[in-house]
């Protein structure tokens, strides 16, 4: 059974700095694909990167960077200069070979002025 | 545009009542889901349907019935509501399940009370 693993429950950072959200999964699937997505205050699910199991290239999209590591089956999530505005529930999830998207337990994050 | 709209965004009822959670998407994608995030923030898949045909149930009571009348509807309607059923139910769609690749956009959630 697939598993996605987000150890970090709560980070509070200061505004600007740097700060990595860590994500370990697990799976049988030599083909699949790792998702990032944002929850902010107001609730709704903000999808954020899709990675494919082959492509092990890091992402960059402005002050966001996503680092996947096969080898240690990771996806960590970094946030450059963090802002206020980057304050939310960030979830890590795993797309299985039955259709279904595996959320690890989402990592809360705090961004103070 | 909205891409994925659900009705209504807060639901307070009584236990024991029925009560329905509409959602409809409007980017041409074939396969729709819902989820249930509880009080502790957890994401879970409750069921999934393909061009009206279901393909995921997970393991949930009988009392939650899907209903696809077209692709680009998935309603869900919840029988004799219990004080566990307080949560947020979040719609979802994807392009097609089959080829695992495809991203799921999710609604703006519905927060479900039962008092």
């Known amino acids: 059974a697939q598993k996605v693993t987000q150890a970090q429950t709560e980070i509070s950072v200061v505004e600007k700095e740097d700060v990595t959200l860590d994500c370990v999964y697990e799976t049988r699937d030599t083909t699949y694909y790792l998702f990032w997505y944002k929850q902010p205050p107001s609730g709704e699910l903000v999808f954020l990167i899709r990675?494919?199991?082959?492509?092990?290239q890091n992402e960059i999209s402005g002050r966001y960077s996503w680092n996947f590591q096969k080898s240690t089956s990771s996806f960590n999530f970094t946030i450059t200069a963090s802002q206020v505005v980057d304050s939310a529930v960030y979830f890590c999830?795993?797309?299985?070979?039955?259709?279904?998207?595996?959320f690890g337990q989402g990592t809360t994050l705090q961004v103070k002025p | 545009d909205t891409a994925v709209s659900q009705t209504p965004k807060y639901l307070v009822t009584q236990m024991g009542n029925d009560k329905s959670i509409k959602c409809e998407q409007n980017l041409g994608h074939d396969t729709m889901y819902w989820y249930k995030q509880d009080s502790k923030k957890f994401l879970k898949i409750m069921f999934s349907y393909n061009n009206k045909e279901l393909i995921i149930n997970e393991t949930v009571p009988n009392r939650f019935s899907p209903k696809s009348p077209d692709k680009a509807h998935l309603n869900l309607h919840i029988n004799s509501l219990e004080l566990g059923d307080s949560a947020v139910y979040f719609c979802?769609?994807?392009?097609?399940?089959?080829?695992?690749?495809?991203?799921?956009?999710f609604g703006p959630g519905t927060r479900l009370t039962v008092l």
């Open positions: 990675r494919n199991s082959f492509d092990e």
């Open positions: 979802a769609s994807s392009q097609d399940t089959g080829l695992y690749t495809d991203t799921q956009y």
């Open positions: 999830a795993c797309h299985s070979n039955t259709g279904k998207l595996i």
